[in-house]
């Protein structure tokens, strides 16, 4: 069946640095574009990032812009999310989603000192 197995989150403090992955298995990796979301307390999950199937175009929530890359190793089954410069409000659950229809089951970030 089809998997997505999210992994990387953790306690940082501000300005430091985490990266996230998001492995798939159970159906065609390569075929599906996917994306990053995020759920704050209290907040609706939002847009994050998102990336083709091909990895040759990304877009990003403007939030993140210049401090957040999203990227994929098709050959690995494996999307990531690059979270550099990480402030309090980035603290949040993040979860990957293909568009094959499937959520993963989402890896806490807290960005706290």
């Known amino acids: 069946q089809v998997q997505l197995v999210e992994s990387g989150g953790g306690l940082v403090q501000p300005g430091g640095s985490l990266r996230l992955s998001c492995a798939g298995s159970g159906f065609r990796f390569s075929s599906y574009a996917m994306r990053w979301d995020r759920q704050a307390p209290g907040k609706e999950r939002t847009l994050v990032a998102f990336i083709t199937a091909s990895g040759a175009y990304t877009n990003y929530a403007e939030s993140v812009k210049g401090r957040f890359t999203i990227s994929r190793d098709n050959a690995k089954n494996t999307m990531y999310l690059q979270m550099n410069s990480l402030k309090p409000e980035d603290t949040a659950v993040y979860y990957c989603?293909?568009?094959?229809?499937?959520w993963g089951q989402g890896t806490q970030v807290t960005v706290s000192s």
């Open positions: 989603y293909a568009a094959i229809g499937h």
